[in-house]
Structure formats: C-alpha cells, structure tokens
C-alpha cells in the first residue's frame, strides 16, 4: 500500500550511493582473493596420488596381487615422470606421451573389462584436469 503522506522525495533517509574509491578497490580485491584460492588445488607428492590411484584400482576393479604388484611400479614411475615434465617447455606434448606410454602398459596387465573401467575413468580425470587428452582410443 502506497503512504499518501510519504514526502514528494520518497522517503527522509538520504542514502549516498557513492563508495569510496578505496572501499570499492579492497571489496574488489578480496573478491578476487578468495575466488582464487577457492580454486586452487593441493598437488600431491607422486607417491600419494599412486596410493591413491593403486586404492582405487584394488577398489574398484578386484585386480590381484600379480597386477597390484606390477600396476604399482607403473603408478609410481608414471606419476614421478608427470611431476618432471610439468616443469618442461613442451609439457603438454611430454605429458599426453607418458599417458599412452602408461595405458598402453596398463592394457597388457589389466583384462579388457578392468582396462574399459580404467580407462574411462582416466578419461573423466583428464578432463576435470583441464588436459586435452586424444590419446588412444580403447580397443
């Protein structure tokens, strides 16, 4: 419902719509501070993420001590190679070479159904990593 006695200015309350420069520089800045470190991420160390990819594996797709054993080594010397090429002029190039190479080993150690899983969930990582993957395509 509309006051019929309200002044011909709205209201007696003046509001001043003006920030200071300073204000608006600060308000702007944390902004922008804290959207960045939302997205950051931690980097864990090589051994960790093989532990956690080899937990996902005895997990996910039941491979057995003769796999573990051998998917292991490959996990391990995989994510510690990752680590050095990251730092590389041509990284993006040296990185999609270390994923075939892995793969292409994890295929001969996993059977069709376990290498499918694998991979497709290498794909969604790849992806989530921003990475442009076109490796290889299952067989």
């Given at each position: ?5 309200a ?24 902004l922008?501070?804290?959207s ?10 090589p051994?960790v ?12 797709l ?32 040296r ?22 899983r ?13 990475r ?8």
């Amino acid at each position: 419902m509309i006051n019929q006695n309200a002044s011909p200015k709205g209201s007696s309350i003046i509001i001043n719509n003006r920030v200071p420069a300073a204000t608006r520089f600060l308000s702007i800045s944390l902004l922008l501070f804290c959207s960045l470190t939302t997205w950051a991420q931690p980097r864990y160390s090589p051994e960790v993420r093989s532990k956690k990819e080899i937990q996902w594996l005895k997990d996910s797709l039941q491979i057995n001590e003769v796999q573990l054993n051998k998917i292991s080594a490959i996990s391990l010397s995989y994510q510690q190679d990752m680590d050095k090429a990251a730092n590389l002029p041509d990284k993006k190039k040296r990185q999609a070479k270390l994923m075939k190479k892995k793969d292409t080993e994890m295929k001969t150690i996993l059977d069709h159904g376990q290498y499918i899983r694998y991979y497709n969930r290498e794909e969604v990582i790849r992806k989530q990593d921003a990475r442009v993957y076109k490796g290889h395509q299952p067989m």
